[in-house]
């Protein structure tokens, strides 16, 4: 069965500094890979995903993540945050194939003015 | 386009009584449904599988007499939470995957349920 890690439930980060949001993934198939955005009160909104494409991947709002077979990751990352960033994220893995997502536990990020 | 809808948003029942979630594709036709439930600051816990025209597919230690779930057309589901106790109370989450993409969801905005 697949499994997501993220660590760090809360993440600061600076207004115009980089997010830098880990995920790390267990698969015994190849997978596909997906971040999600939950805005409050919103459902959750992809960010961007990789099946098995290009390894760097760029999504909406300037998210881009690289797809690390040797490192089984899949962090994301924005080069300068905007206060609009604020929400919570979260990392999802399914076997190419097969939908059945298995999520991470999220990040909450917080954008200091 | 792609918008998933959830009603009702929030829902309170009394312990031993039923409730039922609607989720609905607005502008699409969705061949398959999931539900998802979500604890407080943690995850999203994939529950089942709901495909049109067929019985859901539920994951493991999911009750299926319990949460029941009907995919009554290509824009509806709904899940019916049966003699609801305290320990169900959670936010349900569905999304569904459009009849022309093979893999990508679009999540509703979940249902807050508490069962009193």
């Known amino acids: 069965a697949q499994s997501v890690t993220q660590l760090g439930s809360h993440v600061s980060v600076s207004e115009g500094a980089l997010v830098l949001l880990r995920c790390n993934y267990s698969s015994s198939v190849p997978p596909y890979l997906f971040w999600y955005v939950q805005y409050p009160n919103q459902g959750l909104q992809l960010l961007l995903k990789?099946?098995?494409?290009?390894?760097l991947v760029k999504g909406i709002n300037g998210f881009e993540a690289e797809f690390k077979k040797s490192e089984t990751s899949f962090h994301l990352t924005k080069p300068s945050a905007h206060m609009s960033d604020a929400a919570e994220y979260f990392c999802?893995?399914?076997?190419?194939?097969?939908?059945?997502?298995?999520f991470g536990k999220g990040n909450q990020v917080v954008v200091i003015p | 386009g792609a918008v998933v809808s959830q009603h009702p948003s929030w829902v309170i029942c009394k312990s031993g009584t039923s409730v039922k979630i609607e989720c609905r594709s607005l502008d699409f036709q969705a061949t398959t449904m999931f539900w998802y439930r979500q604890f407080p600051k943690q995850s999203l816990m994939l529950m089942a599988t709901?495909?049109?025209?067929?019985?859901?597919?539920?994951e493991q230690g999911v009750e299926k007499d319990k949460f029941l779930i009907n995919h009554a057309s290509l824009t509806l589901s709904t899940l019916t939470v049966t003699s609801a106790h305290p320990e169900d109370s959670s936010f349900y989450i569905c999304?569904?995957?459009?009849?022309?993409?093979?893999?990508?969801?679009?999540f509703g905005p979940g249902t807050r349920l508490t069962v009193t």
């Open positions: 999304s569904a995957i459009r009849w022309d993409s093979s893999y990508e969801q679009y």
């Open positions: 709901s495909n049109e025209g067929s019985k859901a597919t539920y």
């Open positions: 990789y099946t098995s494409a290009a390894t």
């Open positions: 999802a893995v399914s076997e190419a194939g097969n939908n059945r997502l298995a």
